[in-house]
């Protein structure tokens, strides 16, 4: 007996053809992408391979020569690029901590004692961080001129004060001007520029989650008897800990890239014995004064790694135990 197929074969299902007006939403979305291959992921992946090789921009392409982690050795043991590393960790702590040792506690005071105005206060704290770098660099500059400059004005002023011919304040204040230019003191004004310039973002960022914190949790603590000071300690800085690492976070990157203030304040050249030099003002000369682009493009991951490294460390500290 022969068996046959009680029906035929199913046909293949064929594919659904968009209709024009479907793809609409990937032709509105589709510069931002083509954008972002052409100035975001394709230099990206360029600086890497650069990294490899050395290569002069006006000999074009054909003047790349491979030379594998060469120019990572060289860079690592570069006594210049040490010494701007040096610089760089220098004003990273000098400015940075303090920034948020100062921030924290102001924010705090503003939230506590200056609700009414809190508008205000965000908009004055907030003022030197969206002026211009340029403008700010070229006052500070003014600022501490060693012939004409307000600070040391005001410091030999106080250094010079005379009681009953004693100079009660000469051993903390100086008596004559002050060469900010010179290398021991170059870092501080740097330092004291970006400090200057930040803190009051860092403040805005601490106000913002000071805002978020439940007032029952410091009524609640009033009424057990605990004191402002306890208040901030035990209350306050536990709940801040998510806002404390984005600012942290935010402070280490942009301290490992800092390059607009110093390279005003120093004319570009890094200063006298190149104490202002930071490790991205030795990428920006390495790349464009020396036309070495394959060392700038090794210099530029260096920092990468460093900057990931302390981000990941940065992220242990302020890991909270749920």
Known sequence: MSITRSGAAAPAKSRRRLQPWEWAPYVFISPFF??????????????????FHTWDAATGLGGMHWV???????????????????????????SGLPQHLVAIPLAFFAHTYLAKWRNTVVGIYFLPFITSSVAIALVFNSLFSRDFGV???????????????VHPFAWLFPTTNIDWGQPQYTKSMIAFLVFWRYVGWNTVLYLSALQTIPHDL??????????????????TLPLLKPMMFFAVTLTIIGNLQLFEEPFI?????????????????HMYNTAFVDSDFGTASAVAWILFVLIAVLTTVNNKLFAHKD
């Open 34 to 51: 083509i954008l972002f291959l052409c100035f975001g992921l394709f230099p990206l992946l360029f600086s890497v391979w650069l990294s």
């Open 68 to 94: 594998g982690i060469e120019n990572y050795t060289f860079v690592l043991g570069d006594e210049w690029f040490q010494k701007s590393l040096y610089n760089t960790f220098w004003l990273a702590l000098a």
């Open 151 to 165: 600070v040391n004005l005001a410091l030999t002023t106080i250094g010079n004060f005379d009681v009953a011919g």
């Open 218 to 235: 410091y009524e609640a603590a009033t009424i057990d008897g605990a004191s402002r000071r306890q208040q901030f300690w035990y209350i």
């Open 265 to 281: 304040i120093t004319g570009g050249t890094g200063g006298l014995d190149q104490a202002g030099k930071t490790a991205a003002m």
